[in-house]
Structures are given as structure tokens and as C-alpha cells.
């Protein structure tokens, strides 16, 4: 198997702030690669989507292949225990749906093919109608960009 690849996402305009976005990906091609990692700060970019590189640079240009993975991203909006953050996080493993850690409040969560997106969606949105947390979906915002 071949070893992971650091690949970078240009984010000229982002909201955060940031720039670019760093994200492991599998070599499979001359210049493609299979996304392992999920995005926290990239739009229109999933966990294992196949993805064009510019040459040498190792710089996302394009998605080749959506593979049917859904990207979320979450952040705990209210004073809420460890235990009772982990209790959620937990609901959201039941509906086969792996989260990322960026910090304590801020997870970008993974919904592989065979989950319910649309289950997901609407169990985000009660809990974010109790102000336990917000979310956001992470479809492409901007042609030809992977900005918000």
C-alpha cells in the first residue's frame, strides 16, 4: 500500500481566515489521489473522493470522482459537560457517522454512503433548535473554488 501524500487546498477567500487546508490523501494515479482525511475548512471536497492534483505541487485543481461521502461541520454552541458532548457524539456513531476533532467544540463529521444524510441533517438541525450546537453542510459553494 502506498504511504499517505500531504495535499494542500488553495483557500484564497475562506471565511476563516485561512488560506489553505492540508489534507492526507492516497497516491493512486499519476497526478490523482483518494482523500483520506475529512475536510475542516475545504466546500466540495469528502473523505475518499478522487481528486486531481497540479503536478509536482500536490495542490487540489479538481474532484475527479465524488465517492458518496457527505461532509458536516459542527460546533458545540452551548456550556455543556465533556459527558454530555461525548453523548451526542455518540447519537451521531449510532447513525454510522465518524467525527474529526479540530478542538474540544469544532468536529467535521464524515457520513460514509450507506448512512442516512437526511436523518442526519434533520437530527443536527434539532439539536442546533435546542442550541446545543450549529452546523453546516460542506457542498461547493463557489464554482471553480473550494472556498465558502
Known sequence: MKPLARLLVDLPNHWSSRRTEGLWARQVGEDLYELE???FFAY???RRDLVRTKRRSRLVREVVRWRGHTTFRMVF???GTP???RSLLDELVAMKVSAAT???DFFAL?????SDVDALHEHLERLEAEDLLGFETCEA???GTFDG
Open 44 to 46: 466540495g471536497l469528502n
Open 83 to 85: 459527558a454530555r458532548h
Open 102 to 104: 479540530w478542538t474540544d
Open 110 to 114: 464524515d457520513a460514509p454512503p450507506d
Open 77 to 79: 454552541r452551548d456550556a
Open 141 to 143: 459553494r463557489r464554482p
Open 37 to 39: 482525511d475529512v475536510p
